[in-house]
């Protein structure tokens, strides 16, 4: 299973950036999938998250600036960023509750907080 995170970039304040992380591998299902993020010095933080039934839910930092989406038929979530400020600045992960399976023996697994690797967003004032 692995989870591909893109998007990441330079922007200036005030700018938009759009984030994707594609999740791929012997998946049955994803229960949330969701961005975190962490700055120097700082402990990660979540930032947006999605379940299955399409429910959202933001850090206070974010509402109305950022949009969590998630399209179920290619196993992706998307996170647009919208007015960026230099306090977003961080590396964002992507994360996931997912089953997976089956197996040789035909059995499914439940793994929740599975992590993506890093994309780094930078905002300049």
């Known amino acids: 299973v692995q989870l591909q995170a893109s998007g990441g970039g330079l922007v200036q304040a005030g700018g938009s950036l759009r984030l994707s992380c594609a999740a791929s591998?012997?998946?049955?299902?994803?229960?949330?999938m969701g961005w975190y993020r962490q700055a120097p010095g700082k402990q990660r933080e979540l930032v947006a998250r999605?379940?299955?039934?399409?429910?959202?839910n933001y850090v206070d930092s974010v509402k109305g600036r950022f949009t969590i989406s998630r399209d179920n038929a290619k196993n992706t979530v998307h996170l647009q960023m919208n007015s960026l400020q230099p306090e977003d600045t961080a590396v964002y992960y992507c994360?996931?509750?997912?089953?997976?399976?089956?197996?040789?023996?035909?059995?499914?697994?439940?793994?929740?907080?599975?992590w993506g690797q890093g994309t780094q967003v930078t905002v300049s004032s």
């Open positions: 994360n996931a509750d997912l089953q997976v399976g089956p197996d040789t023996s035909g059995y499914y697994y439940t793994i929740t907080d599975y």
């Open positions: 999605v379940d299955s039934g399409g429910r959202t």
């Open positions: 591998g012997s998946i049955f299902s994803i229960n949330a």
